[in-house]
Structure formats: structure tokens, C-alpha cells
């Protein structure tokens, strides 16, 4: 069944959308991350012009975080102390990513940059948590458990001044580098047009030794704060949000997202950051390989806006 | 049959009209619509050009066929294409081309192969077929030969994409006088004001020439979303918002585990 997007100017499966729907909920229930960074390219591909699936993908995002972070709230398995600090420096971020993004658009090389960090941030992060993985998983076959946390045992920035209790996510740490991370993640989430749960979750896993069930829950709700605000802005700075897109795209998305969150509770922690790192991975090697592979066609064609 | 009915009507209209013999050859065209509506079960379109071709009395038959040249041009758009190239070991977009008033959707419809129909030198002059639309001097800034590659690849991407179409024996002669043409719309020609430009050939010469035009547009509800996105951009933004919230909600509802 064909339905016409009356902002994308084009018509689609029903059933295909619905299908990427769920597909991409389902990854993003499992691992309490947006997911945007696998719609937007499945979107493009399916001809929708790539400001349209950016900004639209947005609305999806914000259904799905919106059902993972109530179940968390009804769980308790969300920090919102935590959270709000996270949306405080995020925001910050997300008007500093923005603003770059333009500039680099000026200067002509958007692709470049968007396509390097992509590279960096996904092999980096992917390739961190894929060793971490692996010494976990050889210590436990050795049968010598890694010792438990200690008091005391703590990285040296936690300590930095204004620190903050957190006693939802077990955490006494300054404020400064949680600022720091979700400034970044702002930043990241803004230039690339995702929201940025993929860094969220490491670095509050491995950075903060944030419980895990913990994690998703308050990633969840981050990133919906800041996505809202992101799909407000494209509506109103490109107006490339297109609704019936977005309905479809939720429907199929929260179906997925549910059975992902289900399995996601079943899943043996170690496991589930050994599949995240390779999840990772494998879109940072994707990249890198467009980057460096002679492309078949060499050219491309993009419409100019010429709005005034 | 709708359409035969419509082409009686119009042969009538046109027989009723008379010619304005200023020339030997006269044309006249029509359009099956002048507006075609987008509703949310479009998935493209075919539009039916006519056309009559009236010789006055003076004038001598003709030794040579009558041959037509329908180009559709869609709503201008300003296109970039760019070109990646190495640099070390990545391939990165470096030259790029700005095509300022290029067509959306470009459709070239003849009788005839156009070799055949006229020479290289008046189909290039007369901008007759793609190649030399595409090659045209004012249709991007001339760079010495620096912007032929980015013409070919933006013909090249714009026929991949079934946008850009030329079809050599897609006008046919219902009778020595009476043309007839269905045009190919794709989904994905966007909404907006399409020109309709009819040549006769005659022994590789334009005898006369029509030029005309059809409205694609949305309608119904594909209109009001697009002119609430456009007016009221804060309020559908906030209203998407609003339905990407309260679907979320629904399922956290709908999926409760206790």
C-alpha cells in the first residue's frame, strides 16, 4: 500500500516504514539509544530528502524515549537528578553543534565533517567497549572475577569541585565532567542529527559505573528532552518535519521498541555491551569504508535551498 | 471510453476554431488537464498532450513527414552537484558545479529519433533533446571545459532517477495530422508549475511551435499539512510533538507489565 508524505513530496510503502520502524525500536528499546543513527541513512536511502528524514526521524525518537523512560520511571530505574543535569549541559551542546553546523556548511566541507565523526566517534567508542568486553568476558572464564567496586576506588575527576549526590545511580561525583560529557554528547547529537544515546550510555556505564539498569532509563529520558527541543527547531528553522512520516514511523517504532526492551531485560549485562560495541563498531567500519573505498560514482546532486 | 470521448470533443473544438493561416503551418495543442491534483494515494501521473496541425490551401504538400518535439520542463530548481575526489586516502567532495535554474523533472518526447528528425547544429541551437538542453551555454556558468563532466554526471544522475527522460517514438500520428502524446509523470516529480513546449518538424526545420502548461498540486489534506508546515511552523511543530508524545504514552499504557 502506497501513501503520499506531503512533505517529502514523494510516495511510500506503508508496510516497508512500518517494518524499519520496528526494526530500528526494537535495537533502540534494547539498548536505550535514539536509534537515529540507523534510521536517518535507511531513510535517505529510500529516496526521502535527507533534510526530511533528519528532522522527521526526530519525532520518532521522541515516541520511543518517551515509552522507555515511563517504564523506567515506573521501575525506578531512572535517575532524574541525574537526568536534569544531563539535559542542562546537553542543551548547551546541542546550541554550540548547531552553530558549527552552519559554519562548516559555509565552508563546504559539511560532508566531510559529518562523515569523520561518524568514523571517529563509532570506532572509538565501539572498539573501547569491545576490549572492555573481552577482558570481562576472559576474566570470568579464568574464574577470577574482577573485583567488586570499593569505597574509595574512584577516577580521579570524580572528585572534582561541586560535587553532586546522585543516590538513585550510587554516584557522589563533582558536577563538572557529567557537564562535560552531556555538553559533548549535545554537540555530537546537533552536528550529526541523532541524539546521541550511543555516547550516553559507555560513558555513563564505564565512565561513571552508573548501574546499568540505571543507564537506559536515564539516557532514555535525555534524550528526550533534547529531541523535542531538536524537533520543535526543524519544524520551525527547515519545516522539513513531515507528520504522516513521523505517525508511521512511531507506529512501527513502539511495537519494536517494547519487544526490544523486553529482550533487553533478559540479556546477561556483559553480553549486552559486547553487542552494543559491535553494533558500534560495524557503523563506524561502514563509514570508514565510503570514506576510504573509490566510490562507483563519484558525483552527487543536492538541491540548493534557496529560501529567503 | 473517457478519453476517446475527450479527443472528439477537442478535434471538434479544433476543426471549429479555424486556423490563422499567417503561416503555411499552423499548430494547435491541448492538454488532457491543466491540473493535476496529488491526493495521499498518488503515486504518479500520465498527461495526454494533442495536437492538430492545419496546413492552408495555398501552400503545397509537403515531400517530407511531419515530425514533433514535446519538451516537459518542471518547476527550476537551484542543484549542486559535486564531484569526490582522493585526497590522501580518503575520497572527499572537492569541485562543485551550481546549476542555478535547472529543471525538476526534463521530458523529451518525439516522433522520431532526433538525429533523424533534424540536424546536430539547429538541435543544439534550438535546444531540441536532452544532451543539448544539458549543454545548453546558459544552463550552468561555463568554465572553460571544467563543467562538461558535472553536465554529463547531473544527465547522468537525473536519468537514474527516472527524472530526466527522452523518448525517441513516444508521439504518435492518430492520422497525416493528429498527434498524440502520454506523458510520464514519476511520484517523485515534485508539486509545482510544468511547461509544455510542442515543435513541428518539417525537413529539419521548425514549422511552428505551442507552448503551454499544467499545474501538479496538492490537495486536500496534503495541502493543509503543507501550508500548516509552512504558516504555522511553531504550532505543527509542536503539535508533532504533541503526537509523538502522546503515542509513546499510549504504548507505555498499552504495554504495562503489571
Not at chain 1, 114 to 140: A, C, D, H, P
Not at chain 1, 160 to 178: D, E, G, N, Q, V
Not at chain 2, 10 to 27: D, F, I, N, Q, R
Request: proline share 5%.
Amino acid at each position: 500500500m502506497q501513501l503520499y508524505l506531503p512533505i517529502a513530496e514523494m510516495p511510500v510503502s506503508v508496510l516497508l516504514i512500518l517494518g524499519m520502524g520496528a526494526a530500528v525500536g526494537f535495537i533502540s528499546g534494547l539498548f536505550g539509544i535514539g536509534g537515529g543513527f540507523l534510521m536517518t541513512p535507511l531513510l535517505i536511502f529510500l529516496g526521502i530528502p535527507p533534510a526530511v528524514a533528519v528532522a522527521t526521524q526526530t519525532a520518532q525518537i521522541v515516541a520511543s524515549s518517551t515509552t522507555s523512560a515511563m517504564g523506567a520511571l515506573r521501575r525506578n530505574a531512572l535517575d532524574l537528578k541525574l537526568g536534569s543535569v544531563l539535559v542542562a549541559g546537553g542543551l548547551v551542546g546541542s546550541g554550540l553543534g548547531v552553530w558549527f553546523f552552519a559554519a562548516a556548511r559555509r565552508a563546504g566541507q559539511l560532508d566531510l565533517v559529518i562523515v569523520v565523526s561518524y568514523v571517529t566517534l563509532f570506532t572509538v567508542v565501539g572498539s573501547l567497549m569491545l576490549k572492555e568486553s573481552i577482558r570481562e568476558f576472559w576474566s570470568s572464564r579464568r574464574g577470577s572475577p574482577r573485583p567488586r567496586r570499593r569505597g574509595g576506588d574512584h577516577a580521579p575527576y570524580l572528585g572534582w569541585p561541586l560535587r553532586m549526590r546522585f543516590p538513585r545511580s550510587k554516584l557522589y561525583a563533582s558536577a563538572i565532567p557529567i557537564l562535560g560529557l552531556s555538553l559533548f554528547v549535545g554537540f555530537a547529537g546537533a552536528l550529526l542529527g541523532i541524539g546521541g544515546g550511543f555516547i550516553m550510555v559507555p560513558a555513563l556505564l564505564y565512565l561513571f559505573r552508573v548501574p546499568t539498569a540505571v543507564v537506559i532509563g536515564t539516557s532514555q529520558f535525555q534524550i528526550l528532552c533534547t529531541t523535542l527541543v531538536a524537533l520543535v527547531l526543524h519544524a520551525v528553522a527547515n519545516q522539513a518535519v513531515d507528520v504522516v512520516l513521523a505517525i508511521l514511523l512511531i507506529l512501527g517504532g513502539v511495537f519494536g521498541a517494547q519487544f526490544g526492551a523486553r529482550a533487553g531485560r533478559n540479556l546477561r549485562a556483559e553480553l549486552f555491551r559486547f553487542l552494543l560495541a559491535l553494533l558500534l563498531l560495524a557503523v563506524g567500519v561502514r563509514f570508514a569504508v565510503e570514506l576510504v573505498v573509490r566510490p562507483t560514482e563519484p558525483f552527487s546532486i543536492s538541491i540548493q535551498e534557496t529560501r529567503v | 471510453m473517457r478519453s476517446a470521448g475527450r479527443l472528439r470533443a477537442l478535434v471538434t473544438g479544433l476543426l471549429v476554431m479555424g486556423g490563422v493561416p499567417a503561416v503555411a503551418e499552423t499548430m494547435v495543442t491541448s492538454l488532457s488537464s491543466h491540473r493535476l491534483a496529488i491526493t495521499s494515494n498518488y503515486t504518479g501521473a500520465a498527461i495526454a498532450v494533442f495536437g492538430v496541425i492545419e496546413r492552408d490551401a495555398q501552400s503545397i504538400s509537403r515531400a517530407s513527414p511531419y515530425d514533433i518535439v514535446v519538451t516537459v520542463r518542471g518547476p527550476r530548481q537551484t542543484l549542486v552537484v559535486r564531484e569526490k575526489e582522493p585526497a590522501g586516502f580518503v575520497w572527499i567532495n572537492q569541485e562543485q558545479q551550481l546549476f542555478p535554474d535547472a529543471p525538476a523533472y526534463l521530458g523529451v518526447f518525439a516522433t522520431r529519433p532526433l538525429d533523424e528528425i533534424t540536424g546536430e547544429a539547429l538541435q543544439r541551437r534550438q535546444r531540441v533533446g536532452l544532451t543539448a538542453i544539458v549543454n545548453a551555454p546558459d544552463f550552468t556558468t561555463e568554465r572553460g571545459a571544467a563543467d562538461d563532466a558535472f553536465r554529463d554526471a547531473l544527465l547522468r544522475l537525473k536519468l537514474r532517477e527516472n527524472l530526466y527522460v527522452q523518448e525517441d517514438r513516444a508521439v504518435t500520428f492518430l492520422t497525416a495530422s493528429l498527434f498524440r502524446l502520454s506523458v510520464p509523470l514519476p511520484a517523485t516529480a515534485p508539486p509545482g508549475n510544468y511547461d509544455v513546449d510542442v515543435r513541428l518538424f518539417a525537413d529539419t526545420v521548425v514549422l511552428s511551435q505551442t507552448q503551454t502548461s499544467f499545474e501538479l498540486v496538492k490537495t486536500g489534506f496534503e495541502q493543509q499539512v503543507g501550508e500548516v508546515a509552512r504558516d504555522w511552523s511553531a504550532l505543527y511543530g509542536l503539535a508533532t510533538a504533541g503526537v509523538a508524545l502522546l503515542f509513546g504514552w499510549i504504548a507505555s499504557v498499552i504495554f504495562r507489565r503489571d
